[in-house]
Structure formats: C-alpha cells, structure tokens
C-alpha cells in the first residue's frame, strides 16, 4: 500500500501555467494561483482529488498498520493532506473572479480553513510523532474523520 501512496504522488504532480502567490510554498504539491486560467482550475481539481484520495486512502487503513509503517505512511499522507488547502485556494480565486463566491460559499471556504489545521494536519503530524501511541492514533484518525 506504501507504493500506491507515493506513485500516485508522482502521478498526481503537476504545474500551474502561471505562477503565483500566496500559497507558493513547499508544502504545495500544485502551487496556488491567484488569477486561474481554465487549465489552471482543471489541473486544481485533479490535484485537490488525488491529495482527498491519498489522504482517504490513509484513513481507511491506517489503523491496520504497524507503527513503522503508520509513521511512514502519515509522513506520506502529510505531504497530500498540506496541498489541499493550496487547491482551494485556487478554485476560491476562481470563484472571485467569475462572481461565484457568495456569502455561503465565502463562510464555508473560511470554516474550512479554520478546521483543517488543527483537526487534520495537527492530528497527522501527532500519528507521525508518536505512531506506538494506539489510543492517540485512534483519537486522531478519528478527529480527522469527523471534521474533514
């Protein structure tokens, strides 16, 4: 299972045909651009849905797994998990700049943005830091799942 996570890594990698800003960092998989082409949003949702499988795909197993193999495969699940926020970043510019963004849509990109953090990326880094620790691989696998 290790290797599906890693190849669709690879598979997955694109690159934006603008550059950008304010997500251009090292945890994006597929930098966020700021005023999207077509291309651009097309390469954004076929990113944003392999980092939510890869990520899934973790979830759905990660308590089967070994702690050397749990470790390695958050660290893996990290890396998907740290892109996400950098795709909807694009599709948000996408949607302010075609007037899509309502007020709705405006209060659901915000909610996502505070729940992710803490209940996703803080919750695989604490599996990565300690994966013999079974109750807290429990606890956070679990808070992973309800808020995302």
Known sequence: MKSSIATLGLASTA???????????????????????????????????????????????????????????????????QDEPCQLATLSNDANIDGFATDAFTCAVSDLGDVFGPHVIDNLNKIIQFPTDTVGAHAAVDDINFFR
């Not at 700021?34 to 795909?57: E, G, K, L, M, R």
């Not at 979830?59 to 390695?72: E, H, K, M, R, V």
């Open 15 to 81: 690159t934006a045909s603008s550059l950008l800003t304010p997500r251009q960092t090292l945890t994006c998989i597929l930098n966020t651009v700021t005023t999207p082409s077509q291309s651009d949003v097309q390469a954004s949702i076929v990113q944003w849905n392999a980092d939510v499988f890869a990520v899934n795909t973790f979830l759905n197993i990660a308590l089967t797994l070994d702690a050397d193999d749990l470790a390695s495969q958050a660290a893996t699940a990290l890396l998907f998990a």
